[in-house]
């Protein structure tokens, strides 16, 4: 079964210092991988997916099959990225074609310090 | 245009009563989701509506959960003889992927929380 790991709970980070939010995965197939993000006080919203390799807001994130890691970065923290982050993976297997529940970690709470 | 709503946004209940919790999904959208987050755990998937029918029930934790979609819009989750470890935030998320086969963003509502007492 596949799993999503999200190591840190809480991670504080000072305003202009880089940023790394950490996820693996396991999964025996070829995963799509995401990040979402839940603002306080909003719902939650898709972030970044890796088939887009799009930056948003500033984060990036590469999928390394190698090492099954899908990390957030950011290189400038802003007091706005205060937020819970979830990195979710999607099976991509054909045989499931239509359904794409997501599986996902347990969320990193990220506080930047002004 | 109106995002994914869900309702009640709190429902407090006693241990061993029913409770239903409704979703509306965006207009249009075929898919529809609903997840479960518990304190400190991640969302996990409970089951996936694909217009009326429920291909995926896999995420359902007991014969106590049911849920139905009627005219491919509106969703209820049915609770029936609450536990106390059915209390969680239960979220619902609708995406047009499945007609076109065109894969598409799950849009999440604002969730309710239920407390079992």
């Known amino acids: 079964a596949q799993r999503v790991t999200q190591p840190e709970k809480l991670l504080s980070v000072f305003k202009g210092a880089p940023v790394e939010l950490k996820c693996n995965y396991s999964y025996s197939g070829s995963p799509e991988l995401f990040w979402y993000v839940q603002y306080s006080r909003q719902r939650l919203q898709l972030l970044l997916r890796?088939?887009s390799r799009e930056s948003i807001k500033g984060f990036t994130a590469d999928l390394n099959k190698g090492e099954t890691s899908f990390h957030l970065k950011k290189p400038f923290a802003q007091e706005e990225d205060s937020a819970m982050y979830y990195c979710?993976?999607?099976?991509?297997?054909?045989?499931?074609?239509?359904?794409?529940?997501?599986?996902f970690g347990t969320g990193t709470r990220l506080t930047i310090i002004p | 245009g109106a995002g994914v709503s869900q309702s009640p946004s709190n429902k407090v209940t006693e241990k061993g009563k029913d409770v239903e919790l409704r979703c509306d999904p965006i207009s249009g959208h075929t898919a529809l989701y609903w997840y479960r987050q518990s304190l400190g755990q991640g969302l996990e998937f409970l089951i996936y509506f694909q217009g009326n029918s429920a291909p995926d029930k896999s995420g359902l934790p007991s014969d106590r959960f049911s849920a139905e979609r009627t005219g491919g819009s509106v969703s209820t989750l049915t609770i029936q003889r609450t536990q106390q470890e059915d209390s969680a935030v239960y979220l619902c998320?609708?995406?047009?992927?499945?007609?076109?086969?065109?894969?598409?963003?799950?849009?999440f509502g604002p969730g309710t929380r239920l407390t079992v007492l």
């Open positions: 890796h088939i």
């Open positions: 998320a609708s995406s047009s992927f499945g007609l076109a086969g065109l894969e598409d963003t799950q849009y």
């Open positions: 979710a993976l999607k099976e991509g297997s054909l045989s499931n074609f239509g359904n794409e529940k997501l599986t």
